[in-house]
């Protein structure tokens, strides 16, 4: 099967020539100064449905910002199993190193409940995509394989796991917050309301003889710790699906992230304490993600045929790739000032109604060798401009704009090369509202289906306003 189809070609809908101020500025003239325009049509997109490059999913890989501090640029995890009649089936895992926090048992200690505590993302957007309403089942195994805090680890890798240690069977339901027992040292216990977050019973046979029983000097080495329990694997049962499944969002990376909380009493206490092995961001983490596309319309465009519609999912699925081979058709007759140029992109009515689109996409350049992304000059911009350059999903419209004056500009003046572009879902770093730096999307499930150029109602199109 070929992984790339054929171009795609789309009429330039949007050449917009205006007498205009002489010296405009960098990010162009408001919308009430484009007027009396006249529109030509001179020139042509390329675009074509491309899947995502193999991508790391460790969170080795850190961003730096302008004060020297290190970011991790994947704070969710997506859990899950997903059949999407467009775009085929995904399959998400996570793995993650499981941290002591030291300390002991005391004497004797008796296990009460052992309990995996996933936290979701804080938008109930964020945490769910897919069928909402299924019956799913995430179980949590053992991994008997080091995570190395050292390697990179892509997409496509998994790690050898041991025996199931926990799951829970449940209909999807991502509640704004719960209602939780507060355990009190020397005082009756009391309910608190806490995030919203999904608690997985784990085996109390397997833990007493792993944990709570352990040597008290591997508990207050982290190091023998990681070698002594290597962490956990979390996938969903594909086999007990109610319906077409979902995928599902976890924080696993802030300081208050998520846990195996182990609750307990000893001979010198009858109340009931607790202990907490946390999965945060010091953790080695990883991600394992896998598309199938057989028998679906994406298959179809990626084996070459042109159906007038452009494919882009997260999770390291698919993006759109465009190139303007033309464009400097516009300075033929000499120099012009790019006052705005904006790239316009319709979701296809209808095709966002069960699945919503994707909320934000970002038009880059690609990957470059360090498996960062490439930006564009239109995203490292003040916060003002990166505002303007969106990218964000209009529902009002039921588009996607993004503003690429700059870029267009910089490769008529030859200050840039006249690269593809790429739109697609990215995982980014911000400071103060400024882009850091950012991978290929690998956080949360979303998709969308764009009209492209054989579309005879949604082409892509690039309207440009221009000065001499």
């Known amino acids: 099967m070929k992984l790339i189809s054929r171009g795609l070609l789309l009429p330039l809908t949007g050449f917009l020539l205006l007498q205009a101020c002489d010296n405009p500025g960098l990010i162009g003239l408001e919308d009430q100064q ?58 998400a895992r996570s793995f993650s190193q499981v941290f002591s926090t030291g300390g002991h048992f005391g004497e004797n200690p008796v296990l009460d409940s052992a309990v995996l505590i996933l936290r979701y993302p804080p938008l109930s957007t964020q945490a769910v995509y897919g069928d909402t309403l299924s019956r799913v089942n995430i179980v949590v195994n053992e991994i008997t394989e080091e995570l190395v805090d050292t390697a990179e680890y892509y997409s496509d890798r998994l790690f050898e796991t041991g025996q199931i240690i926990g799951s829970s069977e449940f209909y999807i339901n991502r509640n704004d917050s719960i209602m939780l027992q507060a355990i009190v ?16 019973k784990l085996d109390p046979a397997y833990f007493t003889s792993r944990f709570v029983n352990i040597d008290t000097s591997i508990l207050n080495d982290q190091e023998e710790f990681l070698e002594y329990f290597k962490g956990i694997s979390l996938s969903m049962d594909s086999t007990a699906l109610s319906s077409n499944g979902a995928l599902i969002s976890f924080n696993l990376a802030s300081e ?12 010198d206490n009858a109340d009931t304490v607790s202990k907490s092995f946390p999965l945060n961001s010091a953790a080695t983490q990883a991600s394992y993600i896998q598309h199938n596309y057989s028998n679906t319309p994406v298959a179809d465009v990626l084996n070459g045929t042109d159906d007038g519609m452009l494919y882009v999912q997260s999770l390291q699925g698919l993006q759109t790739r465009l190139s303007f081979p ?18 316009i992109l319709s979701v296809i009515p209808g095709t966002g109604t069960t699945y919503p689109p994707i909320p934000q996409m970002s038009i880059h350049q690609g990957p470059g060798d360090n498996g960062f992304i490439r930006h564009i000059v239109d995203t490292y911009a003040n916060s003002t401009v990166a505002t303007l350059f969106s990218g964000v999903y209009q529902k009002e419209t039921n588009t996607y704009r993004f503003n690429i004056t700059r870029y267009i500009q910089a490769i008529l003046n030859e200050e840039a090369d006249d690269d593809s572009l790429y739109v697609s879902v990215l995982n980014n770093v911000y400071q103060r509202n400024q882009l ?25 199109r690039l309207e440009i306003v221009y000065s001499k």
Not at 256 to 267: Q, W
Not at 440 to 455: C, D, I, P, Q, T
């Open 326 to 343: 033309y464009l400097t058709d516009l300075i033929d007759s000499g120099k012009v000032n790019i006052n705005k140029a904006e790239l």
């Open 34 to 91: 484009f007027q009396n325009g006249v529109v030509i049509d001179t020139a042509t997109i390329l675009t074509q449905t491309v899947p995502v490059e193999r991508t790391r999913t460790d969170n080795n890989l850190l961003i730096r910002d302008f004060s020297g501090f290190f970011y991790n640029p994947i704070s969710y995890r997506a859990v899950g199993h997903f059949k999407d009649p467009v775009f085929g089936s995904t399959d």
């Open 256 to 267: 208050e992230a998520s846990e195996i909380r182990l609750y307990y009493r000893t001979n």
């Open 436 to 460: 850091m730096g950012s991978i290929n999307g690998v956080s949360r499930a979303a998709r969308v289906v764009l009209g492209g150029g054989e579309h005879p109602d949604y082409k892509a």
């Open 185 to 200: 040292k020397d005082g009756p216990d009391s309910l608190i309301k806490s995030p919203p977050q999904l608690r997985i």
